[in-house]
Each structure stands twice: as C-alpha cells, then as structure tokens.
C-alpha cells in the first residue's frame, strides 16, 4: 500500500510517517511538504533515504502537485496552517492553505484512479467553546476564530467530496496533541523552554481554561485504525479524553522537571487571542466502538515527552 501523507514535515504527520515506516513493514510512504525551515526539516532527517519513502517537496495550495499522488492507495491530509494566534493576526494564508489547499488535495484524489481512501484530519476547535459535557460527531459546528473556520470549511468541502463524487473519506477530530519535535511556539516546547531557564511560565487569562490532551502516537495509531475499520463519508474524534486546566499544565510540567520554586505568570489574553475558547471536550465512544483505544495516559505521556525536550534542548534554538 502507498499512502500519501501531506504535511509529512509538521508535528503530527512527521509522526505519522515514523510511526507507519515502523510499525507497517509493507507500506509505502509518500511524504508532501513545502521545502520548509531547518528545523521543520530536522523531524524526518534521518528518514530522507529510507526505502520505502520518498519526499515532494511543493506548496499543494499553489503548485503542480499531480506528480505525488501516482499510484498512491490512501491519501492522510495533515498539512494545514495552524496556531490560533497566528490566524487572528492575519487570516489569508489560512485561508490559502486550509481551504484552497484541501481542495486542490481533492481535486487531485477526484482525478486519481487508484486512491481508494481519503482521510482528513481536524480538529476540535470547529466546535467553538463548551462549558459541560463532551461534543459528539454530529454537533453544531460554532468556530470562533479564522483558524478554526478555515478548518470547518476544508471539512464541508470534504463531506461534499463524499456526497457528490462518491470519494471514501473519513474526517478525524483530535483534541490538543503533545510529543516530541513539536513547534516551538506551542505551549510545551514553550513552558519546557521557560522552565528550563529559570523563567516563569506564561499561562493565559486566568488559567482555568481547559483542554484535552492525546499524545501524538495515540493520533496516529488511531488513524491507520480508522483506514481498516472507519466508515466512509463519516466523522471520528480521536481524544485521550484526559483533561487539565491550562494553569495545572503549567505545574504538572514544572513537577516533572523537579522543580518545586517554579512560577507562572498569568498573561491577559484579550488581545492575543480575543474571544478565546474556555473548554473543549470530545466524546469518543464513536471510535471506541470500532475497538481503538488511546494507550498512553497522561502521567507515562507527558514524563516522556517532558524528558525528551529536557535532553535535546538544541531543539528550542
């Protein structure tokens, strides 16, 4: 099988092709990115001469991308612009890339005549805030910043793709992913950082908003799950469903570190991040139903990835 994987040099699907190279001995992967910075490049360095992937390197909202998809099977589409602040200050190459990007993505899995799959990965933020409960797949979608529109409008070009052209798509929704060579302006490589230099750990607003967190594996094995027992044209969340309170983040990192006389400081947020989200929260039983269930828990997760920025702090440079 050859999977083609878009935005194979970002966090998670640079995890995804690791993961696939060496847990699937007869898959083949083909990886899709922008020729990126050094250091985006540096999450699959040692694979480039792998033989068994082959990297293109092309911007898939603006340029030629027809050459990647020959003979590809299965397409997973992670590359997306992303990090909400970022999209609050300027919009458009969200807009560029979530949108014209997937559909370019699409029109070309339209054209194929041999990709028989097609999964889209999303996220929890196209539901916009929740102060109790969990989300399920069919919820009203509410997205409260140019981030997460962009990707509910890739997920109803998708859904359409399905519909009118009889594509076999799945949608994954994930809540907040954490790992290794993760960027750098995300709030672990940012709190492990700032720990690690003695600062105090900048946690926005007054702490108490919450997230769920899944380590990266988990999403990835979840994935190539859904590929042998996910129903076409339908919408799965991937969570741990493990929730924490932005300011218990903080200390949790901090205690892991063994640093009991660390600090944070509360940073007010009304203009970095206006109209930010309290809770999210996703219910899974959906994806439980088709036997897949996250591995790692916060504790034996988070210890990991703490430990791997602790020792290779070149990656912060």
Not at 35 to 57: A, D, G, P
Not at 151 to 173: C, E, F, P, Q, W
Not at 243 to 259: C, V, Y
């Amino acid at each position: 099988m050859k999977i083609l994987v878009t935005g194979c040099l970002g966090f998670i699907g640079s995890h995804f092709v690791r993961y696939v190279l060496n847990n699937y001995k007869d898959v083949e992967v083909i990886g899709l990115n922008r020729n990126s910075n050094v250091k985006n490049r540096q999450r699959l360095e040692s694979w480039y001469h792998h033989n068994r992937f082959t990297i293109y390197f092309a911007d898939f909202a603006k340029d030629d991308i027809t050459d990647a998809f020959k003979n590809v099977d299965v397409v997973v589409h992670f590359g997306a612009k992303t990090f909400v602040d970022y999209s609050i200050r300027d919009p458009s190459p969200f807009i560029q890339n979530n949108i014209v990007g997937t559909f370019k993505i699409l029109e070309e899995v339209r054209k194929s005549n041999t990709v028989e799959k097609y999964v889209q990965v999303s996220t929890d933020e196209v539901y916009g805030s929740i102060l109790d409960g969990k989300y399920k797949e069919d919820a009203r979608p509410n997205p409260t910043n140019p981030y997460a529109a962009t990707k509910m409008g890739a997920d109803m070009l998708v859904l359409s793709y399905h519909n009118s052209y009889g594509i076999k798509t799945i949608i994954t929704r994930t809540e907040n992913n954490y790992g290794e060579y993760q960027g750098v302006e995300k709030v672990f490589p940012v709190f492990i950082r700032k720990a690690l230099r003695g600062e105090p750990l900048p946690v926005y607003g007054d702490g108490e908003h919450k997230r769920m967190w899944l380590y990266v594996e988990d999403h990835c094995s979840a994935i190539m799950h859904l590929l042998d027992h996910g129903k076409a044209g339908e919408i799965y969340h991937v969570a741990g469903e493990q929730e924490l309170m932005n300011k218990e983040l903080a200390w949790k990192i901090l205690d892991l570190l063994d640093m009991p006389d660390g600090k944070i400081v509360y940073i007010p947020d009304y203009n970095i991040r206006p109209g930010h989200d309290r809770r999210y929260a996703l219910d899974c039983e959906k994806i439980h139903k088709t036997g897949w269930e996250a591995k790692w828990n916060l504790d034996d997760g988070f210890k990991k990835t703490v430990d791997w920025y602790k020792y290779n702090t070149w990656w912060f440079m």
